[in-house]
């Protein structure tokens, strides 16, 4: 695994060679490193202004050939916001590698990820708080989409589908309580009484038996958290939802 002195050193090319780049006209850290929670385990993470007049997935391009080149990455996978490219890359020494690119006129602050300017010019920050309606709307499109694969002997996806009601619970409490939504970068100072019922959610095993246990729980965890902000909506799905984590005949252990 890579050191935390290598980790700098990939930083520090990095925005070496951003400020050397007339495609690009500004550079920020994001992540822990801009909140400054940086550890041993932190990846590099950098969001970069392509230039007035530049196209943004030529620059993509050339920056790419210059970590494959350079620094040595294995691969890497794109997420797309809006006209904003993040490239993730891996390189050999295991080191995750961010690098975001978007157009000068919308570098700034979006959401609460962290964002420090290393230089250049930043455009006022943009909340992006988490959509409550729709972290309530898949998680019963979850609870449903489970309880069918239960149905249909499919306890891998039914798995799956019980995780995802238990994401979508903790993203709702992270919002209720003011902490970062994605990825789950706030469950952790999530209370006691919010997690302890989820740990019930927790799949034990592939039987269907087990399978409706953990979904009975996740449901009751996510009816829990939608009654501390939204009584009426708590009384609107709790009859479809409780029904569909009945118990069934043909349960097998």
Known sequence: MFAEAERDEVRARLLARARADDDVSAAALTGSAARGTEDRWSDVDLLLA???????????GAWSEFVYGELGALHHFDLRSGSAVYRAFLLGDGLEVDLGFTPAAEFGQVGDGGFRVVFG?????????????GFVGYAWHHVLHARAAIERDAPWLAEYWISGVRDQTLALACLRLGLPTGYAKGADRLPAAVTRPLEEALVRGLGAAELRRALAAATGALLDELRATDEGLTERLAGPLRAATASSDGDRG
Not at 50 to 60: D, F, K, N, Q, T
Not at 121 to 133: K, L, S
């Open 50 to 60: 392509v230039a007035p007049g530049r196209l943004l997935a030529e620059v993509l």
């Open 121 to 133: 010019a930043a455009v006022e920050p943009r909340p992006t708080a988490g959509d409550a309606r």
